[in-house]
DNA sequence: GTAATTGCAAAGGATTTGCTCTGGT
DNA sequence: ACCAGAGCAAATCCTTTGCAATTAC
């Protein structure tokens, strides 16, 4: 039981170095070829029809990596699988406003940038932009907060 | 191999009867006394906890059911889990509006009002309204929609 | 009595983990 | 050589299915 030597929590930045490996590289290319959100599942089965054959488990660690880098947008599909994309370069915040005193929060809609992309393009709309605007009272402001 | 007598789409309104179960009745007063989304899970541990023993498997049957009939709203946690909440009263369409010739194309974000809902409660705001609206150029508009 | 329903046990499907081997630098 | 990364096998988690026992009507 050798508990003394696992610093494993050794987060040094930029520490020893990350290998720019074969499967990296591949991964990489699939993702910036495509427009669409896929996942781990679907790329693995693009690759072995291609014929390259990477580990499904690398494809998982590799996507949620770079997902967690912020390199990568993702969203849960209906079936449950998590689907991935390469990222959206716009992407601003939007706000919760109390119309009694101002106050302003900054909020972020999970994947709603995703959605509003996928479902501009499936309607053939171009050179999209949106506002996302929620107004409410907030503590302060409302009347007696009872209950809630 | 007897295929004959399978009316599996048996979908006669209100054919045969509905049995009013035990469990059914413990499982709409939970739905109905909770304003937040629930995964079968969270219902299954309720119960255990609240001392009535009902399977989780009927859970999952009768939520997806409910929620299959539109009783029931329902959205994917980040998690994985299926959450579901009574159905929400209000509910209203956005709009994806072309602001070359005002083509109007309703739209609806998955999950959005409950998005907001429940950022809203969390950082205590009442009485909300909000506002989506995406605009861009359709595909008659853009002007020449070469590659996308 | 009879079909609808329950719920255990087991199957399924997505994703993660343990761990050893490989390959980048 | 050294260690980040690959990937097989097995484990987890959520959910569904098979099916015998139960129960509402």
Same mark, same amino acid.
């Given at each position: 039981m050798d508990i003394s030597a696992k610093t494993k929590d050794d987060q040094s930045p930029t520490a020893g170095g990350e290998r720019l490996t074969k499967q990296k590289k591949v991964l990489a290319q699939i993702i910036d070829s495509s427009d669409s959100f896929q996942s781990a599942q679907d790329i693995f089965a693009l690759l072995r029809a291609r014929g390259e054959n990477i580990g499904l488990t690398t494809i998982y660690t590799q996507l949620k990596l770079l997902a967690a880098q912020g390199g990568l947008d993702f969203m849960k599909s209906e079936s449950g699988e998590t689907l991935y994309r390469k990222c959206s370069t716009a992407r601003h915040h939007h706000h919760l406003v &109390?119309? =009694? &005193? =101002?106050t302003t929060i900054e909020i972020e809609p999970p994947g709603f940038e995703e959605w509003a992309d996928r479902v501009s393009k499936e309607n053939h709309f171009y050179d999209i932009s949106h506002v996302i605007e929620i107004t409410g009272l907030c503590e302060k402001c409302f009347p007696r907060h009872s209950k809630y």
């Amino acid at each position: 039981m050798d508990i003394s030597a696992k610093t494993k929590d050794d987060q040094s930045p930029t520490a020893g170095g990350e290998r720019l490996t074969k499967q990296k590289k591949v991964l990489a290319q699939i993702i910036d070829s495509s427009d669409s959100f896929q996942s781990a599942q679907d790329i693995f089965a693009l690759l072995r029809a291609r014929g390259e054959n990477i580990g499904l488990t690398t494809i998982y660690t590799q996507l949620k990596l770079l997902a967690a880098q912020g390199g990568l947008d993702f969203m849960k599909s209906e079936s449950g699988e998590t689907l991935y994309r390469k990222c959206s370069t716009a992407r601003h915040h939007h706000h919760l406003v &109390c119309r =009694g &005193c =101002g106050t302003t929060i900054e909020i972020e809609p999970p994947g709603f940038e995703e959605w509003a992309d996928r479902v501009s393009k499936e309607n053939h709309f171009y050179d999209i932009s949106h506002v996302i605007e929620i107004t409410g009272l907030c503590e302060k402001c409302f009347p007696r907060h009872s209950k809630y």
